[in-house]
Structure formats: C-alpha cells, structure tokens
C-alpha cells in the first residue's frame, strides 16, 4: 500500500506560480511511475505530468515549457512546479503512482484556480 498526500494548490492570478507537492508514505520502494493529473468540472480527468522511477519525465503538450515535474528521493516527494498559470489550467489537481505489480494509488486531490 501507498499513501499519497498533495499540497500546495490555492487562488493565483494568470501569470503566477504554484508549486504542488505528492508526499509518499507506505511502499515506496517499489513506485515505478509518479504522475500528476488533474480534472476540471465536466472534463475528463488528464495526465499533465510524469517521472519515471529512473527519472525520465514526460508532459502533456499544453503544459509543456510551463511546468516542472521533479522529486525529492529523501522526502518520497514529487512535485510539480507551475509558472505562467493560465485560467484553464484550473482544476483539481491529483498525485497517482504505479508500482512495480502494476497497482494505482491517488491522492486526494488540491485545488488550483487560476483567475484572469
């Protein structure tokens, strides 16, 4: 079992910056993949961000050059750095992992709403 804690959403004007954290706990020796996602109202939830237990990372296209996904291996924290926020970029943002058997685990979700 993992257990995923999120933090770091809130109100920001278009043009700021946000930084989301994804705290691990539980069996994080074996988390393959960590990954950002988030889900506006009526929208199907998207995958924004991904990195890989090797490190590797990867972007959905609209977020790329914007956000930054980057971990913490001491604190078993991913986080997500968000500059140039943009209104649609509001949404309920939720930290998954995938590990090694192949098992899911979210978070419980933050918040982000970006305002014009």
């Known amino acids: 079992q993992v257990q995923l804690v999120e933090s770091g959403g809130g109100l920001v004007q278009a043009g700021g910056s946000l930084r989301l954290s994804c705290a691990a706990s539980?069996?994080?020796?074996?988390?393959?993949?960590t990954g950002w996602y988030r889900q506006a109202p009526g929208k199907q939830r998207e995958r924004v961000a991904t990195i890989s237990a090797g490190g590797s990372t990867d972007y959905e296209d609209s977020v790329k050059g914007r956000f930054t996904i980057s971990r913490d291996n001491a604190k078993n924290t991913v986080y997500l750095q968000m500059n140039s926020l943009k209104p649609e970029d509001t949404a309920v943002y939720l930290c998954?992992?995938?590990?090694?058997?192949?098992?899911?685990?979210w978070g419980q979700g933050t918040q982000v709403t970006v305002s014009s």
């Open positions: 998954n992992v995938v590990t090694d058997g192949f098992s899911f685990y």
């Open positions: 539980g069996n994080t020796f074996n988390i393959r993949v």
